[in-house]
C-alpha cells in the first residue's frame, strides 16, 4: 500500500512539473496590446521575452461552490505538514542511528528503526497531497503558477530529480535497515541516511527560493520581466536563509514532536513493562530533540521578521502592527501551551530518577516564572473595543496592561521562558548525579551567580526599552538574545566538566511515568501543528493582493485579507485533516507489527494427505 500509494503520488507529481515549462504564458496578448508585434514570447522585445502577466478576475477558473483560496490553502497547509514531517525525521534518525554506533547502545538503533517505519507512509501521503497541491495551483491559478515556474525553470530539473532520489534512497534506507545492521556495514547505512537528508535539504531550499521570491522578488523589473539570465540571483532573493534557517530549525521541532506523540500513543498502548520502557524512552527522546529545536526557534524567527522589515517596511508593520497583529497573540497562546507542555513532561519524568527529589521544590517557582513570563507574552498592545468600551477607558490603550504589549515586554517574555525551560532540562539531566570533584561548590555558587546575572540583564534591557528611541528597542533584543545562549552554553559546558566522575545515585526507571505525562506529548504536537499553520498564513498573508509582492497582482475575487475568525477556521480545518492523517500513519506502522495466529490443524487433514501420496 505505501509503495504504491508513494508511486502513483511520484507520477502525478511529476507529470505536473514537467508541463509547466512547456505550457506559454498568457501575457502574449498583454505584450500585443502594448504595441509589440509578436506572435510567441520568444519573439517579446523584452531580453528575458516575458512578462508577469496582467491577469483580470476572468483569468482565474472557479470550481464551483469550492472555494479557490481555501482549496489551494489547505492543500498547500497539509502538504507543508507532511513535507516539514519527512523532512525533520531522516534528520533525527541520522542522529539516532550515530549515536547508536557511538554508544553502542541497541536501543537507539531500534528506536531510529522504527521511527523512519511510521514515516514510511507519510512519505506516501506527501507525494500525494503534493500531486494534489500541484493540480490545484495549475487549474485554479494557471497564469500564476506558470509564470513563477518559468522564472524559476532550471530548478525545477533540479527539484524533479531530487525527489526521485529522495524516494529511491528513502525505501532502499529503510528496506536495508537489517542487512546493513552490523559491522563496516553500517556505515553503509549511515551513508544512505546522510545522502536522504542531501536530496531532503535540496528539496526544501528549492522549494524555499521559489517562496522566497514571491516575498521579495529580486532580479526582475517592474513588470516583472527578468533582468538577468543568472538563475542564482532569483534563488538567492533576501527571504532565502532567513526561510532556510527558520523551516530547517522548526521542521526539527515539528518532527520531534510528532515522533513524541507517537512514542505517546504506543505507551499508553503497551500492555508489558518492556514495552512502556522502551516507548517512554522513546518519548523522552523525542521530546529532548523537539526542545532542542524549540529553544533557538524564536531567534531564527526575529532573523526572519527582521528580513521582512529591511525589505519593505510595510509588509513588517503590516505583520506586527496591523491586521494580523492579533494572530500574534494566538501565536503567543499556541507557543506558551509548547513550553508549558515540554516543561511538564520534564517535571514527570523526574518522578522515574532517583535523586530527583531534591529539585522538586524548585519546580513551582519555575512554573511560576513561565507562567508569568506567558501571560506578559500573550498581553496586547491594544484592545478591540466597542465605542463606549473605549470611552469607559479613556481610549484604546489599558493604562496598566498596554505597556506589556510593545516589544520590549515581549523579548524579556521570550527569553525568560527559553531560559526557565532550559533551567528545567539543566535539573533533569543532572537530578541523578552527584558530583565528586573537590570544586563542586564554588562550581555550583558560579553557575547560580551566572544564571542570575544573565536573567537581570535580561528584565533591565527590556525595562530600559522603554526609556530609548525605537531602533534601540530592535537592538537590545541582541544582547538579550546572547544572554540567553550564553546560560545555556557556559552551564552545560561547566556542568558536563563538574560531572565527569559523578556518583549515579539511582537508575533511571523507564516506564514508570503516569499515564497523564503523555498527554503533553499529544498537547506540543498538536500545537506545533497548528501553530505552523497559523504562522504560514501570516507569512503569505502580509503580501495582501499580491502573488508576487508589488510585482504580479492578484486580480482573483478572493485577494482580500480574510478575517481573522475565517483564518484561524481554516488553519484549523488543515491542522484536523494533517492529525486524522497522521493517526492512520501510527494505525498502519501498528498494524505491520500484528502477526496473524496460525490456522489451527484440521482434523483428519493429515490422512488425507497420507491417501494423496
Known amino acids: 500500500?505505501?509503495?504504491?500509494?508513494?508511486?502513483?503520488?511520484?507520477?502525478?507529481?511529476?507529470?505536473?512539473l514537467l508541463l509547466i515549462p512547456l505550457i506559454p504564458l498568457s501575457n502574449e496578448t498583454v505584450l500585443a496590446q502594448e504595441g509589440h508585434s509578436v506572435t510567441s514570447v520568444e519573439e517579446a522585445p523584452s531580453k528575458a521575452t516575458?512578462?508577469?502577466?496582467?491577469?483580470?478576475?476572468?483569468?482565474?477558473?472557479?470550481?464551483?461552490?469550492?472555494?479557490?483560496?481555501?482549496?489551494?490553502?489547505?492543500?498547500?497547509?497539509v502538504h507543508l505538514f507532511f513535507g516539514a514531517f519527512v523532512l525533520a525525521v531522516p534528520i533525527f534518525v541520522l542522529v539516532i542511528e550515530g549515536l547508536g554506533i557511538f554508544t553502542k547502545d541497541e536501543r537507539y538503533d531500534h528506536i531510529a528503526h522504527e521511527i523512519m517505519k511510521v514515516s514510511m507512509t507519510a512519505f506516501s501521503l506527501t507525494a500525494l497531497t503534493g500531486g494534489l497541491l500541484t493540480f490545484a495551483l495549475l487549474t485554479l491559478y494557471p497564469d500564476f503558477i506558470k509564470y513563477l515556474m518559468r522564472i524559476f525553470q532550471p530548478t525545477v530539473i533540479f527539484y524533479i530529480l531530487a525527489f526521485i532520489g529522495e524516494a529511491i534512497?528513502?525505501?532502499?534506507?529503510?528496506?536495508?535497515?537489517?542487512?546493513?545492521?552490523?559491522?563496516?556495514?553500517?556505515?553503509?547505512?549511515?551513508?544512505?541516511?546522510?545522502?536522504?537528508?542531501?536530496?531532503?535539504?535540496?528539496?526544501?531550499?528549492?522549494?524555499?527560493?521559489w517562496t522566497g521570491f514571491m516575498m521579495t522578488p529580486v532580479g526582475v523589473d517592474a513588470a516583472g520581466a527578468p533582468i538577468t539570465d543568472n538563475i542564482w540571483v532569483f534563488i538567492r532573493n533576501p527571504f532565502w536563509i532567513p526561510l532556510n534557517l527558520h523551516r530547517f530549525i522548526a521542521n526539527i521541532a515539528f518532527g520531534g514532536a510528532i515522533v513524541g506523540a507517537y512514542a505517546g500513543y504506543k505507551f499508553l498502548s503497551s500492555t508489558t513493562p518492556e514495552e512502556k520502557a522502551r516507548y517512554d524512552w522513546m518519548g523522552y527522546t523525542s521530546n529532548f530533540i523537539a526542545i532542542a529545536a524549540l529553544l533557538p526557534l524564536p531567534f531564527a524567527g526575529y532573523i526572519l521578521m527582521a528580513e521582512i522589515y529591511a525589505y519593505s517596511q510595510q509588509m513588517g508593520i503590516t505583520a506586527m502592527g496591523g491586521i494580523f497583529a492579533w494572530l500574534f497573540i494566538v501565536q503567543a497562546t499556541l507557543i506558551g501551551s509548547?513550553?508549558?507542555?515540554?516543561?511538564?513532561?520534564?517535571?514527570?519524568?523526574?518522578?522515574?530518577?532517583?535523586?530527583?527529589?531534591?529539585?522538586?521544590?524548585?519546580i513551582k517557582y519555575i512554573a511560576g516564572v513561565i507562567v508569568l513570563a506567558f501571560l506578559v507574552w500573550l498581553t496586547p498592545h491594544t484592545i478591540v473595543m466597542t465605542a463606549i468600551e473605549m470611552k469607559k477607558i479613556g481610549g484604546s490603550h489599558a493604562a496598566l496592561l498596554s505597556p506589556l504589549g510593545i516589544m520590549p515586554a515581549k523579548n524579556t517574555a521570550a527569553n525568560t521562558m527559553i531560559l526557565f525551560t532550559f533551567l528545567s532540562f539543566f535539573l533533569y539531566r543532572r537530578a541523578n548525579k552527584m558530583p565528586t570533584v573537590g570544586w563542586v561548590g564554588a562550581g555550583?555558587?558560579?553557575?547560580?551567580?551566572?544564571?542570575a546575572v544573565a536573567w537581570v540583564n535580561i528584565i533591565f534591557l527590556g525595562i530600559y526599552g522603554y526609556l530609548v528611541p525605537t531602533a534601540f528597542k530592535v537592538r537590545a533584543s541582541v544582547p538579550q538574545v546572547l544572554s540567553t545562549l550564553s546560560v545555556a552554553l557556559i552551564l552545560l559546558i561547566l556542568d558536563v566538566i563538574m560531572h565527569r566522575k559523578a556518583r549515579t545515585l539511582g537508575p533511571i526507571q523507564w516506564g514508570k511515568m503516569s499515564p497523564r505525562s503523555q498527554y503533553a506529548l499529544f498537547l506540543l504536537a498538536i500545537s506545533f501543528t497548528w501553530l505552523m499553520a497559523l504562522m504560514g498564513y501570516i507569512?503569505?498573508?502580509?503580501?495582501?493582493?499580491?502573488?508576487?509582492?508589488?510585482?504580479?497582482?492578484?486580480?482573483?475575487?478572493?485577494?482580500?485579507?480574510?478575517?481573522?475568525?475565517?483564518?484561524?477556521?481554516?488553519?484549523?480545518?488543515?491542522?484536523?485533516?494533517f492529525m486524522v492523517l497522521v493517526i492512520?500513519?501510527?494505525?498502519?506502522?501498528?498494524l505491520s507489527t500484528v502477526k496473524q495466529e496460525p490456522l489451527p490443524e484440521i482434523a483428519g487433514a493429515s490422512g488425507s494427505r497420507e491417501e494423496e501420496r
Not at 500500500?1 to 505536473?16: H, W
Not at 483580470?56 to 497547509?77: M, N, T
Not at 555550583?444 to 544564571?451: D, L
Request: with cysteine; charged share 15%.
Open 338 to 362: 509548547v513550553f508549558l507542555g515540554a516543561n511538564y513532561y520534564l517535571w514527570c519524568g523526574m518522578g522515574r530518577i532517583s535523586g530527583a527529589e531534591r529539585y522538586t521544590p524548585v
Open 169 to 209: 534512497v528513502c525505501y532502499t534506507y529503510y528496506y536495508s535497515w537489517d542487512a546493513l545492521r552490523y559491522g563496516t556495514k553500517k556505515w553503509i547505512h549511515l551513508t544512505l541516511g546522510l545522502l536522504l537528508n542531501t536530496f531532503g535539504m535540496t528539496i526544501l531550499f528549492i522549494a524555499d527560493a
Open 584 to 590: 492512520f500513519c501510527f494505525w498502519i506502522a501498528q
Open 50 to 77: 516575458f512578462e508577469a502577466p496582467k491577469l483580470k478576475p476572468g483569468d482565474y477558473p472557479q470550481l464551483g461552490w469550492v472555494k479557490s483560496r481555501e482549496a489551494v490553502w489547505v492543500a498547500a497547509q
Open 444 to 451: 555550583t555558587v558560579v553557575m547560580k551567580v551566572f544564571f
Open 1 to 16: 500500500m505505501r509503495k504504491k500509494g508513494l508511486v502513483t503520488g511520484v507520477l502525478i507529481f511529476l507529470i505536473f
Open 539 to 577: 507569512r503569505s498573508g502580509i503580501r495582501q493582493h499580491w502573488h508576487v509582492y508589488t510585482i504580479m497582482r492578484d486580480a482573483s475575487p478572493d485577494a482580500y485579507t480574510p478575517p481573522i475568525g475565517h483564518a484561524v477556521l481554516v488553519a484549523t480545518t488543515a491542522t484536523v485533516i
